[in-house]
C-alpha cells in the first residue's frame, strides 16, 4: 500500500534507509540548524510510511 510494502522482509535495508535519511539531514544542512528541519524530516518519514 505505502513506500514501506517494498521493504517487507528486509529489514536490513530499511535500516539502511533510515541511516542515510538521518545522515543527509545532519550533515546535508539543507535547513539550516533550526528545529524545523527535524520536524519536517519526522512528517516526511510520516507521508512516506502510511
Given at each position: 500500500m505505502g513506500f514501506i510494502d517494498s521493504f517487507k522482509g528486509n529489514e536490513e535495508?530499511?535500516?539502511?534507509f533510515f541511516l542515510l535519511l538521518v545522515i543527509l539531514f545532519e550533515k546535508g544542512d539543507w535547513f539550516g540548524d533550526s528545529d524545523e528541519?527535524?520536524?519536517f524530516f519526522f512528517l516526511l518519514l510520516v507521508?512516506?510510511?502510511q
Open positions: 535495508s530499511l535500516l539502511f528541519s527535524l520536524l507521508i512516506l510510511f
